[in-house]
């Protein structure tokens, strides 16, 4: 029995970033910064299981933009994900381990890292302007459970 496995599925993923209060000395409303970006995900994997106590995962995978909302300086900015600045496609990069807990039950963490940038912004204030490319960045934790899982006890 191979101790390889490869898989893929389907998720849904909201990344986004916020920011409630702005700096001690400006007065916009709040909150100053909320971006929610919405997913649908299709992760395809590479599994290692070992003994089926832990099991280290990596791979790839294409996220398409479903629907999104930016809120800057209290106000809600009126684009969607055709008109917006966001890409609609999202390609990462994953890591991923899985502990055993007990049974099927699994507890799991994910890291996911865009490979190609999902914005290029333009900031201006009163020292310049500058530009900046934004990459999803994400960290998730789950608990997982696995249906007719054959472990080596």
Do not use: C
Request: avoid cysteine.
């Amino acid at each position: 029995q191979s101790n390889w496995v490869i898989s893929i599925e389907t998720s849904f993923n909201q990344k986004g970033a916020y920011k409630k209060y702005p700096v001690e000395y400006d007065t916009l409303p709040y909150p100053y910064y909320n971006l929610r970006l919405n997913y649908a995900e299709v992760p395809i994997m590479m599994h290692y299981n070992d003994k089926y106590q832990i099991v280290f995962i990596h791979g790839f995978s294409y996220a398409r933009l479903v629907s999104m909302k930016e809120i800057e300086h209290g106000s809600q900015i009126d684009w969607n994900t055709r008109t917006g600045p966001y890409s609609q496609g999202d390609w990462n990069l994953l890591l991923d381990v899985r502990f055993r807990l007990y049974a099927g039950l699994h507890f799991n963490m994910r890291y996911a890292y865009s490979m190609a940038k999902i914005r290029t912004r333009t900031y201006t204030n009163a020292t310049g302007t500058w530009t900046r490319d934004q990459f999803n960045n994400l960290l998730s934790f789950r608990l997982i459970y696995v249906f007719n899982e054959h472990n080596s006890e």
